[in-house]
C-alpha cells in the first residue's frame, strides 16, 4: 500500500512533466493561432507568456488559491475554535514529521477543506467554519491528517499549478473561439478551409477538456491516497470515514459559495454540492461504459468508496 513517503518523488516528477505538458500546450496553441491569423508575433506572445504563467503557478498558486477561496487567516487569540483548531494541525504535523503549515479560515457554511502550497515549508490548509461546526474532534483530526497527508506526499504544488495552468489553457481557447467568431485578422488561405488550420481549431477547442480530465484524474487518485495515508497518521481511520459522511450530506445541500472549477479539485469533497451519495438520495453506482464516462469528469471519487476503503483498512 503507498504510505505518506512513497509518492512523494513521483508527484514531483508528475509537477514538471505537468508544467513541460502545458508548456507544449500553450505553444501548440500559438502556433496554430499564429497560422490562423497569419501573425507569427502571436506565437512569439504564447512562448514567453507560458513561461511566465510556468513561474508564476510555481510560485504563487497557492496564494492565488487561497485569495480566491476567500480565506483568512486564523486568529487563535481571540477566538477558542481557532485556538483548538490550531492545536490540533501543530499535533498532527508533529506525528507527521512536518513543519506546522500555515493556517487559514474560509467563512462558509459548507463543510471542506484543502491544503496548497509548492512544499512542506511553504504550505497552508484552510477549512470552513462549517466543517468545524459540524464534525467532533476525531472527525476533525481525521481531515486535518487528510490534509498534511497532501502536504506530505508533496502532491500540493501538482494540484496548485493545476489551479493556474488549466484556468491558462481553458481561457485561451475561449479567447480564440470567441475571436474566430467574429473573423478578424484571418488569412485568405485560412477561410479557404487549410486542412492545418481546421487542424488547430478541433485542437484549440478540445484542449480545454484534456487539460480539465487531466486535471480530474489528478485529483481522483490522490484522494484515495491521502485518505489511507491520513488514516495510518491518525490510527483511527474512522474519524475520517465519519468525516466524510456528514461532508458528503451537509456539503450536498449547501454547496461552497466560491468555489470554481479551477479550484474544485483542491478540496477534500467535492464543493458544488453533487455527492449526495451517503446518507441521502444514492447516485447511480451502475459500473456500466455511460457511469465510467460520467466519472470522468468529476472532480472527486464517489464518498461511499473512500469510506469502504477506509473502514476495510480499519
Do not use: C
Amino acid at each position: 500500500m503507498a504510505t505518506l513517503y512513497t509518492q512523494q518523488s513521483k508527484n514531483v516528477w508528475r509537477t514538471w512533466l505537468l508544467m513541460a505538458v502545458f508548456f507544449a500546450v500553450v505553444i501548440a496553441v500559438g502556433f496554430f493561432a499564429s497560422y490562423y491569423y497569419n501573425n507569427p508575433g502571436i506565437l512569439f506572445f504564447a512562448i514567453i507568456f507560458s513561461l511566465v504563467m510556468n513561474v508564476t503557478s510555481y510560485w504563487y498558486a497557492d496564494k492565488i488559491a487561497l485569495v480566491s477561496s476567500g480565506a483568512i487567516a486564523i486568529d487563535p487569540e481571540h477566538n477558542p475554535d481557532h485556538l483548538e483548531l490550531k492545536r490540533i494541525v501543530e499535533n498532527l504535523a508533529i506525528t507527521a514529521g512536518l513543519p506546522t503549515p500555515a493556517i487559514y479560515i474560509i467563512n462558509d457554511q459548507s463543510p471542506n477543506a484543502f491544503a496548497t502550497g509548492r512544499n512542506k515549508e511553504h504550505a497552508a490548509v484552510a477549512v470552513t467554519t462549517g466543517l468545524l461546526a459540524i464534525l467532533n474532534k476525531t472527525e476533525l483530526e481525521g481531515v486535518l491528517a487528510h490534509e498534511l497527508s497532501h502536504i506530505g506526499n508533496r502532491d500540493i504544488l501538482l494540484s496548485t499549478v493545476v489551479v493556474v495552468l488549466v484556468g491558462f489553457i481553458s481561457l485561451a481557447a475561449d479567447i480564440f473561439i470567441r475571436s474566430s467568431m467574429f473573423g478578424g485578422g484571418r488569412s485568405r488561405e485560412s477561410r479557404d478551409g487549410n486542412p492545418l488550420a481546421i487542424i488547430g481549431i478541433i485542437f484549440i477547442v478540445l484542449s480545454p477538456i484534456f487539460a480539465t480530465l487531466i486535471q480530474l484524474a489528478i485529483s481522483r487518485k490522490r484522494e484515495f491516497l491521502a485518505d489511507a495515508s491520513g488514516a495510518l497518521l491518525t490510527r483511527y481511520p474512522e474519524g475520517l470515514a465519519s468525516a466524510l459522511e456528514k461532508i458528503s450530506v451537509v456539503g450536498s445541500e449547501i454547496p461552497l459559495r466560491r468555489a470554481s472549477n479551477a479550484t474544485a479539485h483542491l478540496y477534500i469533497s467535492n464543493p458544488f454540492g453533487g455527492d449526495s451519495s451517503v446518507g441521502g438520495e444514492k447516485t447511480d453506482t451502475r459500473k456500466g461504459f455511460g457511469s465510467k464516462i460520467s466519472n470522468l469528469f468529476n472532480t472527486h471519487p464517489p464518498t461511499e468508496e473512500r469510506i469502504a476503503a477506509l473502514r476495510n483498512q480499519g
